[in-house]
């Protein structure tokens, strides 16, 4: 029999993987797609920026059935569980968002709403500026970009360390006992899957020279780079500890 990829099961996978270092991933979602509804309507049309397995393309379409996204990424791991998990209601473009020719792969423009969550962190600090520039004239007059992220209170700065250190206990606390799997041994399971074992190995040539950043500045900082790109109105969409989502208005 083929090899059989359970793109449900690895959807699930993902999501226990992820909610380790978000425990409040799912209010995030439901905050940013509030906002997509009420600048949007039912049936929004819905760029999911470093969309990686899909998650907000899943949950944005499970909430708008009438709604389309256009899902980019450029990890080929991430992509080939997107494409068995999503339908013809989204179009999936692998293209890199450290380059500034990536809006050239996209099928259209006129978005009502582009959505981000803990991703761009993996962006220098130019290229995130330069990036928000980019979408700001992805996006109809009145739609929204949404960045959900690790987005420090700059005036918290003792509070915001406590709470890191609190997490990272917990988390590594849930590691060593088996209640969540770790980022590294998440990747360890993928390198070792019949489909997915291929696609990792391309995947290693395609960060092999590229650090992870992990640049994570205030959200005054995301604020501030928001109106500079041109932004009508910005501010914060939601908040959880050290995480919050900016929005800015185009």
């Known amino acids: ?19 380790a270092f978000l425990p409040d991933r799912e209010e995030r979602f439901t905050a940013m797609l509030d906002i997509v509804e009420a600048v ?17 393309s899943l949950r944005t379409l499970r909430r708008f059935p009438r709604g389309t ?18 339908d013809d209601r989204t ?6 968002l450290r380059s500034p020719s990536w809006t050239a792969d996209l099928p259209h423009d006129g978005y009502d709403a582009v959505l981000s969550a803990t991703a761009l962190h993996w962006l ?6 330069a990036l928000y520039g980019e979408v700001a004239h992805l996006i109809r007059p009145g739609g929204v970009l949404i960045n959900a992220d690790h987005m420090p209170d700059e005036g918290l700065p003792v509070l ?12 590594n606390a849930r590691y060593a006992a088996g209640a969540a799997m770790s980022w590294p041994g998440w990747w360890e399971l993928v390198s070792r899957d019949e489909i997915l074992a291929a696609p990792y190995t391309e995947r290693k040539k395609i960060f092999s020279s590229s650090e992870h950043n992990d640049w994570t500045p205030p959200a005054t900082w995301h604020e ?14 939601w908040r959880g500890g050290t995480d919050a989502a900016v929005v800015g208005v185009r």
Not at 224 to 237: M, N, P, S, T
């Open 40 to 56: 949007a309507g039912p049936a929004p049309r819905v760029l999911d920026l470093a969309g990686g397995t899909g998650s907000i």
């Open 124 to 129: 220098d600090q130019d290229r995130l500026a």
């Open 69 to 86: 996204t256009t899902l980019v990424d450029v990890d080929p791991v991430l992509l080939t569980i997107a494409r068995a998990s999503l």
């Open 160 to 171: 915001s360390s406590t709470l890191r250190d609190r997490a990272r206990g917990r988390r």
């Open 1 to 19: 029999m083929s090899p059989y990829l359970d793109a449900s099961a690895w959807q699930e996978s993902w999501d226990r993987q992820q909610e």
């Open 91 to 96: 179009a999936i473009v692998t293209t890199d």
């Open 224 to 237: 501030a780079a928001l109106r500079k790109a041109g932004f009508q109105e910005v501010g914060l969409a």
